[in-house]
């Protein structure tokens, strides 16, 4: 048999290690056994518990189909690519996707709650035709890093690009690329994020609202929040100026252009009376965020104190809390080719010698980095009476990600996911970021 000569253990139903690959052969008898070893295979590989679980629910419903199909052996194994890990199921015989069922079911029937495991989850499975087998696979954890990877490499490859164009290509056509194709798709990158501020602040900071039982804990929180901002805005400010004056004194290409300030000002007075708008969509439309933490402050802290008659609207703001904070998810995929496509304008426009200017900005801000990490830590020890080193760890290996996005709105949706399943925080914020199975 195939199995056999590949040096597998039928009885036990595990195949050895084939180079670094976990491999293992389930049958309908022993499955259980073999479902066991699996979990504990990807526990050891320091995965969350609720990974580990979802991906054994969806392998076991997977498995249930393709055993009534009658194939008599599914092969799986385990897949490491830098930090991703994932599950790829293997089996031969005639085509069939266990994960395209008819939708004709109801709930009185016996596979209806099991389709819905597998619809649920849809994002985290995969399925392909190859060399007569099927080919499924069950993603346990994403690559948090990839990102990361491809932006640098998207400014790599921007500065290698924008250096051969300089090279063969005359000035007015660079010029033209730049203007009509580099400069079109970053302007469109830029409105899409900018439009999807306010939405994101606005509803996020409603939701957080409505998850309070106690209004009074709104003033606690908001005057902690206060309070821990000014503090660490002082001392970002204090260390970005000190840094700035010491490492960029004297004449440098400007990297970008400061759009003019208004020479007539604002006084304090109308900056306060600012904050509440004259019309109800304009802060959104304008993107004032000081009268969109107004507006949600506002509608959040009402409906939390009308309790259920305000149900259907609490449900409508929590969805548009998770449709945002989705589409931004979806923007920012695009920020490994908006790196490429900036790196390469930045070489159209200012040449070769701009790149060290920028390495040594990159380093300053690498520098505020790791000062601002000790103010965090300070203030985790001082302030949360807690061991700092735990906190600084998980920040650390999270810090490349936000660097590579360059925005606070961006990186949201991916600083909640490292509050909830890193450092311990309430899932309350909305009703579920990633589906995952029913045991």
């Not at 079911?105 to 099927?134: A, H, P």
């Not at 969509?281 to 107004?294: D, H, K, R, Y």
């Not at 990490?373 to 990600?401: D, N, Q, T």
Request: net charge positive.
């Amino acid at each position: 048999m195939e199995q056999q000569a590949l040096g597998i253990v039928m009885s036990e139903g595990y195949k050895h290690m084939i180079g670094k690959v976990p491999s293992f052969v389930l049958t309908e008898k022993d499955f259980g056994a073999v479902q066991r070893k699996i979990e504990e295979k990807l526990l050891g590989m320091v995965i969350e518990r609720e990974a580990v679980m979802r991906s054994s629910v969806l392998m076991e419903e997977i498995c249930y189909r393709l055993f009534a199909k009658g194939i008599l052996q599914v092969q799986a194994e385990i897949h490491q690519s830098f930090g991703s890990v994932s599950l790829k199921l293997s089996s031969e015989g005639e085509a069939y996707n266990p994960l395209s069922e008819e939708n004709s079911w109801t709930d009185e029937d016996v596979d209806y709650f099991r389709t819905i495991v597998l619809k649920s989850n849809r994002d985290w499975l995969g399925y392909s035709r190859r060399n007569g087998r099927n080919y499924l696979s069950i993603q346990v954890r994403k690559d948090k890093k990839k990102q990361v990877r491809y932006t640098l490499l998207g400014m790599v490859m921007g500065i290698l690009f924008g250096l051969l164009l300089r090279e063969f290509f005359s000035p007015d056509i660079v010029g033209m690329m730049d203007t009509y194709a580099v400069g079109v798709m970053r302007a469109m990158f830029l409105n899409a994020m900018n439009m999807m501020l306010a939405p994101v602040v606005l509803f996020s900071i409603m939701a957080g609202i409505m998850n309070l039982s106690d209004a009074s804990d709104v003033g606690r929180l908001g005057r902690d929040m206060l309070g821990l901002y000014v503090l660490t805005s002082l001392c970002v400010a204090g260390i970005a100026l000190f840094l700035g004056i010491s490492m960029f004194s004297g004449d440098f290409p400007q990297l970008g252009t400061a759009q003019q300030a208004d020479e007539a000002g604002i006084s304090l007075l109308d900056m306060v009376k600012g904050i509440v708008p004259q019309h109800l969509a304009e802060p959104v439309v304008s993107g004032n965020m000081l009268q969109v933490i107004f507006l949600a402050l506002l509608f959040g802290l009402t409906l939390n104190n009308m309790g259920e008659k305000a149900r259907p609207v609490t449900n409508l703001v929590r969805s548009m809390d998770t449709l945002c904070l989705r589409v931004i998810k979806t923007i920012v995929q695009l920020v490994p080719l908006i790196a490429f496509l900036s790196m390469a304008s930045l070489i159209f426009r200012v040449g070769p010698d701009s790149l060290l200017t920028f390495m040594r900005a990159l380093l300053a801000q690498g520098l505020v980095l790791a000062l601002m990490l000790a103010v965090y830590g300070i203030l985790v020890a001082v302030v949360g009476r807690l061991s700092p080193w735990p906190f600084l760890k998980k920040l650390i290996a999270f810090l490349p990600l936000p660097a590579s996005l360059a925005s606070t709105n961006a990186t949201m949706p991916f600083s909640l996911e490292l509050c909830v399943k890193r450092l311990g925080g309430r899932k309350n914020w909305q009703v579920s970021q990633f589906p995952s199975a029913p045991p």
